[in-house]
């Protein structure tokens, strides 16, 4: 099993600037042993998203929160529909799924590529 690792994105309260940043756990962790791991005074944490353990077919890592377009076989019709779909977790299944709004069930997907994620590319539909 691989390192779990979190997508911060922070935003510096002096300029207004938002900052992303990959932190492993493990840096976390020491992190948390002194007294501001994250300069609370400095930055304001907006999101934290975790790693799904999954890469797009560009070799992107595919974190929660991230907008995906993928290719699907949906049950029922042989022929591919593509979307556009939110990764997020889910409980009953307990394990990261796109969130299906439109599209139905699917058959796992043939492709998938992150086009933004949800603080980017709010009702953006095809990126």
């Known amino acids: 099993m691989g390192i779990a690792k979190f997508r911060y994105r922070f935003k510096d309260r002096n300029t207004g600037n938002i900052v992303e940043a990959i932190i492993p756990i493990t840096e976390i962790e020491i992190l948390g ?7 609370c005074h400095k930055y304001e944490i907006l999101s934290r998203d975790q790693y799904t353990g999954k890469k797009d077919r560009n070799g992107n890592e595919i974190y929660a929160g991230d907008r995906v377009r993928f290719s699907a076989h949906y049950f029922g ?7 556009v779909e939110v990764i997020e977790w889910n409980n009953e299944e307990c394990s990261y799924n796109w969130k299906l709004t439109e599209t139905g069930w699917a058959d796992g997907p043939v492709w998938c590529e992150v086009i933004g994620n949800v603080y980017e590319t709010k009702g953006d539909n095809d990126g």
């Open 33 to 39: 042993f002194f007294k501001e791991p994250f300069n």
């Open 77 to 83: 019709d042989s022929r591919e529909k593509e979307c």
